[in-house]
């Protein structure tokens, strides 16, 4: 449990959290699949496949070279999905597929970090109108997520516009410290993946959670504690006055990134059914 409590005539400090099995116990965009589905974006074949991606998402995840490879593909899939319709559908579901799925310990740790005086920042490579609306109901204090162009008639162009993924992660945390003034050596992360290293490294006290084998051997090796969350909890039933009202996310155009994080992990699972096969 956190003890110490801000001094706010020193530098401000913040704890970066990663989303998918660090707060919530799934994949953020897997699960808005079926919901994809009803909207009309993707068809069943493709919610068959991301249930399966989903099964290898909680089993071990995505390397690096994987990860690289659904940016690239899935700009292809979501070329031409209208944004406000995205936007609407996980506006609509929101609560009934996330509340569910929040470990008890993260939101613990996340009300334990405001009452010491810190904020709180998601950082999740899926997509930003997915964390976004997480983030608000987290009470997160600001949002970094993968982003993609929109054009004029309002859909996706499928283009990339930014990447939250790896180094630029850390990057984007770097960037926060210098406008928020955040002293990062009294700073807090939290992921599951090894591909975060850049960003636990990056803060004064790391942390690992529900680590995969590499960030495991990195952590010990580190000596970064490792958490074990297990506990998913509706925040009404964790927090029955839990009450934090929405705040300002750091990424605008919160129609956007989903549909990205959402196509990549159907692609990793196409090639896992490939790779069987």
């Known amino acids: 449990m956190l003890r110490d409590v801000e001094n706010h005539s020193s530098p401000r400090t913040a704890a970066f959290f990663d989303l998918d099995k660090t707060v919530i116990a799934k994949s ?25 991606a989903q099964f ?19 700009s292809a899939l979501c070329r031409g999905w209208n944004v406000r319709q995205v936007k609407e559908i996980v506006a609509e579901t929101l609560h009934d597929l996330i509340d569910p799925i929040i470990y008890d310990e993260a939101a613990t740790l996340i009300e334990e970090h405001h009452t010491a005086g810190r904020d709180v920042v998601i950082v999740s490579t899926s ?17 970094v997520a993968t982003r993609m162009v929109v054009g004029d008639d309002g859909c996706f162009t ?17 960037e926060l ?16 993946s090894v591909t975060d290293v850049p960003m636990l490294e990056s803060v004064g006290h790391p942390h690992a959670v529900n ?5 495991r051997r990195e952590a010990l090796a580190r000596e970064w504690p490792i958490l074990d969350f297990h506990r998913p909890v509706r925040l009404k039933q964790r927090f029955p006055a839990f009450s934090v009202p929405p705040r300002p996310a750091l990424v605008a155009a919160a129609a956007i990134g989903a549909a990205a994080a959402t196509a990549g992990l159907v692609w990793y699972a196409s090639r896992r059914r490939a790779t069987v096969a």
């Open 158 to 174: 499928g283009e990339v516009e930014y990447y939250a993924y790896g180094p630029t992660k850390a990057e984007a945390i770097r």
């Open 211 to 215: 680590p995969d084998r590499a960030l």
């Open 56 to 74: 290898v998402f909680l089993a071990g995840g995505a390397d690096h070279d994987q990860m690289e490879r659904m940016r690239k593909y899935l």
């Open 28 to 52: 953020s965009t897997l699960t808005f699949s079926k919901s994809f589905y009803q909207g009309g974006l993707i068809n069943r074949r493709a919610v068959l496949r991301t249930a399966y």
């Open 177 to 192: 410290a210098e406008s928020e003034g955040y002293d990062l050596a009294r700073c807090y992360a939290y992921s599951d």
């Open 127 to 143: 997509g930003a109108e997915v964390v976004e609306p997480i983030g608000e109901l987290l009470g997160a204090d600001r949002v």
